[in-house]
């Protein structure tokens, strides 16, 4: 064993005379690891939110919208399909619509009016998607009882019988628990379509012949979605406000709903735009300001909880320093022994070094213990809506922020024996060894 590792480890583990040597030693350690600790939860916490929003967001709508340019929709829509699922090998290539409208609750006159989109989606195509088919949902009762790959089968019959027509006249929907409670309803309930006021025809919207009947829920715990959108079959859209025009457009999802952007670039300016005429919006552009406020809460957490890793630099600064201190005799007669001031420097930066280790690695396992417990057990209630489509707080562990983690914390702890070093090489064996 080299010399200066053996003095290092010598020092860390005081006598009884240096009881209060191994304290401050001890805290130092202590304070690195709940650091650390403390930024691999809050880490994995971001991640598990920005991933929950993710999989919420990329499952109830299409990674990427086109819209044609010319009224009539795609000259070739079928072409146009072909050619997108040839060139970007995409999950899934469906046609959808969107229509804004007016909804009427039970109770005539009486019911409550709620302006809604009506979105029209293909369920041969969304009801083999398992992210879009992790928000659909039953009745409470039902629901609650079944077990994951049930309910996953449960959805994709909720979303086929979208097709269906339960009465004549009558289409079937699904909403969210949200709208469906301000409109009073529940599934097997129906809704009265109401009609825009044409001019000359007053203010108040007309009752439509069609109903629509609730056939379920879906839920993806965005508000400004889960509040406004109505989901039925691609077909019955045209048939529920058939005085409006309806604009059909071709969604695609892509095996990682991150690479929207890129592909919506290429789309831009590639041969298809020439040839179909689109335009292309992804989801990541419609909601970048919501991500780049995510980016930007992460890197201030990550800052804020580093304060922690900084305080602990200032604990082993302090009991370095006392180390000092407390072995300037010994100090001094390694120096008259020969012992270098580089090797000096070395007794103190493999200190730091082995507490810095120590307390990063013990953080770092407390923090995926905690990380694991908050996974895997409600151990704190949420209510619902906080976090999209679940009720516990979402958990994922990134490598790359356990990378950063890490790196932050030991880059702390290296710098934290510069103070003391320098002040243990300045040290003259005569001045220390006058009065021994």
Known sequence: MRIELAISLRYLRAPRAGATLSYLTAIAL????????????????????????IRAMAGSLPHLSLYPIKQGGFRDPQGFISDLKERYRPVSVSR??????????????????????????????????????????GADAEWEALTPPQRIARAR?????????????VFPVLLSRTLAENLGVKPGDRLVPMRFPREGSGFSPRPAPQQLQ???????????????????????????????PVEVGVGVRLADPLDAARVAG???RGKLADVHSFYVYSWLESNRGLFQVIRFQKVMLYVAMMAIVVIAFF??????????????????????????????????????????????ALGVG???LVAAGLDAFPLIEIPPGVYPGTDRIPVLVSATDMLLVVGGALTVCMAAPILPARQAMALQPAEALRYQ
């Open 315 to 360: 604990g082993m600064i302090s009991t370095l320093t006392v180390l000092v201190s407390e072995k300037a005799k010994e100090i001094a007669v390694l120096k008259s022994l020969g012992a270098t001031d580089r090797a000096i420097l070395a007794v103190f930066f493999i200190q730091g070094a082995l507490i810095g280790l120590v307390g990063t």
């Open 30 to 53: 202590v304070g690195v690891a709940l650091g650390v600790a403390a930024l691999v939860v809050a880490m994995a916490v971001m991640n598990g939110y920005q991933a929950n929003l």
């Open 214 to 244: 609730v056939a379920g829920y879906f839920v993806t715990g965005i508000p400004v979605f889960d509040e406004l959108v109505l989901l039925t079959h691609l077909d019955h859209v045209a048939k529920v406000f058939p005085d409006q």
């Open 157 to 169: 019959q909720l979303v086929e019988g979208l097709a269906g027509e339960p009465a004549p006249g």
């Open 96 to 137: 959808f619509s969107m229509q804004e409208g007016l909804v009427q609750g039970p109770g005539g006159f009486a019911g409550t009016i709620h302006g809604v989109m009506l979105r029209g989606v293909d369920p041969a195509v969304e009801g083999t998607m398992v992210e879009f088919l992790s928000l659909v949902q």
């Open 266 to 268: 290429e789309l831009r």
């Open 366 to 368: 407390l923090g995926l």
